[in-house]
């Protein structure tokens, strides 16, 4: 290489050659301000260290050939202007300390003599520790390119670019946080645009412009609550109605820079925030603290100066006393609707006490109604005297609880609750309780405006133990609802019980005598109990014909009343049947027609039940048996007899065999009108029968019923006359070869009664039937379906035979020779 000037060219330093260099520039290629750099094989870079003023002028490159000469074949040329270092840059130092959330410039002068068309470029940066990170570059065309971490603050407007006049160029860093702070430095660069759009740098110079520290907010940020009238004091004391003033103040280093979101609480219970967008919002939830010292009142917040908020609660009340603190939110804006909470603090507690007179008053507990059995009720009157300081309008409640006894089962040390009533008079009632009040077997009322009821309708075992009342004082509040201010309790009052076990006594008498058939019989059952107090009953009236026969049940009567009668009640006479309930603890039995088969003992069985609530199921508690009542009457009416008889008893099969039941009587005859009967004929099988079945029965209102049979024999009844029955068996078969007789039961007018009486039940002597086995008309049949069976296939195997005679004799006839085939003469 060498540099061309208007003179000879100068040697200035080769690849090749080391002696190449003219002894103008053997020093500087000696010391490295010259030197050359192999790029690639076909490329090489000259580079000059410290450019001089005499360095300009055209600079050319030749490549040397192989041959012994230098003389290169390639011969390229540039011109170097070499122009001085005008480059200037002086940053003003920024402030020191900043607080956190405000503004802060960096300005910084970059200029130059513009000698030559040269540009100019500013960078800032920060640096933190050993690291440093570019936050804005302006130039050298009047563009802006931003660091990485800084592109989206720049777009959200917390980093402008001020241009000044002059080279003075201004970045105002906004909303800054603690990471921002850091020392900052400026660069200014001077560049040069050559042809095809490359930009070169020429010079730059890169000064510090100083150290930058951010204030936190929670560093300097305070808040202080005071009564606005004294706001030295930490304590206030009011009147009831009286207007409760607080006051809040803030300070902080960047007051104007933050938002605050301020919060008055009164003991830990928020009662009202002011957001940072200046929206009042009221904690209704916990603004009304309910308790032994009422609700508070209504709160309002306004804002009265920089960093100045006025709590305001107007007719403070007893419930408005308390520790007062505020809490202020600082936040800081870190972008577009971005907010960032900066710090947080809460005052010292400003201590409120309300002066309020409470009232007073003595409460005494009493039963009333003292249970001396289980099941039977209780009341408790609770009584509030020597009322002295209630305010007008002031109410009482009260509050009733309940401790169970050592022993019992449950925690004698747990108290619950079964119910309250407030100042507006509002039943509470607890869980445990709530179904008992709402059914009505507990109750809890004000029956004065000092005394209260606790009552039990039906008192359990888990009831004993001991009753507290807590008497309650309500007064008006500041928003017009009920205050409770003041309770007392009563002293503890025990309710118990001697548990007996319940006893049950029943006793039966007669009303009314039955002497004869047809009568009516009637008697009361009465029953007597203890420890039981109203429990319900269940009635069984039970019978037997004597004392060792089985005992029957006639009717039986539910605790809920319903009737129902027994499995030895004839349905015909359901309607002669009475069972009522005539008393409290009585219940009468009737019947009415009395007959023969009613004679016997009568008692009542008697169950007593109980249960604790209406709407759960009855609980057996004891049952006891009356006394008998005998039913014992002699018939005096007429006597009967019956007997049976038949014209014929042997029959063939499928002929008709008639058997007759006449029933005659002596002593007083009734007329015909006043006597009917009830028949019936039973059948004892002659092979493998020994008990008796019905076959067909007539009841006394003339009403046939026929039993279902295994025979394909019919039967009917006849009624001749009005004693003599008539009973036909049509189509007899073997089957119905047995013996026979009929059973009646008379049914007389009684002349003394005069109610149908039934006579005592009459059998008739047995008669048997013989169903013949007849061989000829059993066998003729039969042998006449053989020979005609016989006769047929006779016949059909003769015609057979002629016919395949013929057949086979027509196959075998002479069949005459051909004269045409010899073949055929000489094969026969």
């Known amino acids: 290489m060498s540099r061309e000037v208007s003179a000879p060219k100068i040697k200035i330093i080769s690849t090749f050659e080391t002696s190449f260099s003219h002894p103008s520039f053997s020093k500087r290629v000696a010391s490295a301000d010259i030197t050359v750099v192999r790029l690639r094989d ?4 000259l580079r000059i260290a410290e450019v001089k003023a005499q360095d300009a002028g055209f600079f050319s490159c030749r490549t040397p050939s192989t041959d012994s000469d230098i003389s290169g074949n390639y011969d390229a040329q540039v011109q170097l202007i070499v122009i001085p270092n005008t480059l200037k840059v002086n940053p003003q130092a920024p402030p020191p300390v900043v607080p956190e ?26 640096k933190k520790g050993a690291t440093s990170e570019e936050i804005l570059t302006f130039g050298p065309q009047g563009e802006v390119v931003t660091g990485a971490n800084y592109a989206q603050r720049f777009a959200d407007g917390g980093i402008r670019l001020v241009p000044g006049k002059n080279g003075l160029f201004k970045l105002v860093i906004s909303r800054v946080t603690t990471s921002d702070g850091g020392t900052y430095e400026c660069n200014g660069t001077e560049w040069t645009h050559e042809k095809g759009g490359k930009w070169i740098k020429i010079v730059e110079s890169t000064k510090e412009m100083g150290t930058v520290t951010v204030t936190p907010t929670g560093q300097s940020l305070s808040v202080k609550a005071s009564p606005s009238s004294s706001p030295s004091s930490s304590s ?11 006051l809040c103040s803030v300070a902080s280093d960047n007051l104007p820079d933050v938002a605050l979101e301020v919060t008055w609480l009164a003991d830990g219970h928020k009662l009202i925030t002011m957001e940072r967008s200046g929206v009042v919002v009221s904690n209704v939830s916990t603004a009304a603290v309910s308790g032994a010292q009422g ?25 408005d006393g308390g520790a007062y603190v505020c809490h202020v939110q600082a936040f800081v804006e870190t972008g577009e609707r971005k907010w960032h909470m900066a710090a947080e603090k809460t005052s010292s507690a400003v201590t409120v006490k309300v002066s309020e007179i409470k009232p007073s008053f003595t409460v005494t507990l009493e039963a009333t109604l003292s249970p001396q059995m289980t099941a039977e009720p209780t009341e408790l009157s609770c009584r509030v005297t020597n009322v002295t300081q209630l305010p007008t309008g002031g109410r009482l409640g009260v509050t009733w609880k309940h401790t169970a006894l050592p022993g019992s089962g449950a925690d004698p040390q747990a108290s619950h609750s079964i119910g309250s009533l407030d100042g507006n008079g509002n039943l509470l009632p607890e869980s445990m309780y709530a179904d008992r009040l709402k059914s009505g077997l507990l109750s809890l009322s004000r029956v004065q405006p000092d005394t209260f009821t606790l009552r039990f309708l039906r008192t359990q075992d888990v009831d004993m133990g001991q009753y507290f009342c807590t008497v309650s004082a309500w007064s008006v509040g500041s928003q017009g609802d009920m205050v409770k201010t003041v309770e007392y309790q009563s002293s503890p009052l025990t309710v118990r019980w001697d548990t007996k076990r319940p006893s049950l006594n029943v006793v039966a008498k007669r009303i009314r005598e039955a002497s004869a058939g047809g009568a009516t019989f009637e008697m009361s059952c009465a029953v007597t109990t203890q420890n039981l107090g109203e429990p319900g009953y269940s009635v069984l009236i039970q019978s037997q014909e004597n004392l060792q026969s089985p005992v029957r049940t006639i009717m039986t009567l539910s605790p809920d009343n319903v009737l129902q009668h027994g499995g030895a009640t004839d349905p015909t006479r359901r309607d002669n049947l009475v069972l009522s309930k005539s008393g409290p603890s009585e219940f009468r039995f009737r019947l009415a027609g009395v007959q023969l088969s009613d004679r016997g003992y009568y008692w009542c069985d008697i169950t007593a039940w109980t249960k604790q609530q209406p709407r759960q199921t009855w609980t057996k508690a004891n049952s006891s048996e009356s006394n008998k009542i005998r039913i014992d009457f002699q018939e005096n009416g007429p006597t009967f007899s019956i007997t049976i008889q038949s014209d014929t008893t042997s029959v063939y099969p499928w002929e008709t065999a008639k058997m007759e039941c006449s029933l005659s009587l002596s002593g007083t005859s009734p007329k015909t009108d006043d006597l009917s009967y009830e028949v019936k004929w039973f059948f004892t099988r002659l092979r493998g029968g020994q008990t008796p079945t019905e076959v067909a029965s007539i009841d006394r209102f003339g009403v046939v019923r026929k039993v279902e049979r295994n025979s394909s024999s019919d039967i009917s009844i006849e009624r001749r006359d009005a004693n003599t029955y008539l009973l036909n068996i049509f189509g ?14 008379p049914w007389y007018l009684s002349a003394s009664t005069g109610a149908w009486t039934e006579a005592k039940e009459t059998t008739s002597g047995r008669i048997f039937l013989t169903v013949k086995f007849a061989v000829w008309d059993s066998l003729k049949l039969p042998l006449l379906y053989g020979a005609s069976a016989s006769l047929g296939v006779g016949l059909f195997s003769l015609i057979l035979g002629l016919v395949c005679a013929q057949c086979c004799c027509r196959n075998t006839a002479h069949t005459p020779r051909s004269r045409n085939k010899l073949m055929d003469l000489e094969m026969d």
């Open 295 to 319: 609700s508070r009142g209504e709160a309002s917040l306004e804002r009265t100066g920089p960093g100045e908020y006025r709590l305001s609660v107007r007719r403070v009340s007893s419930g």
């Open 236 to 246: 206030l004391l009011l009147s009831p109605g009286e207007t409760l003033t607080l």
């Open 732 to 745: 007899t078969q073997d089957t119905d070869s047995g013996e026979y007789h009929c059973v009646a039961t």
């Open 101 to 126: 959330g405000s503004d802060f410039t960096l300005s910084c002068s970059v200029t130059r003599d513009l000698t030559h068309p040269t540009y100019l470029s500013v960078t800032w940066s920060v």
């Open 42 to 45: 076909n490329e090489v870079e």
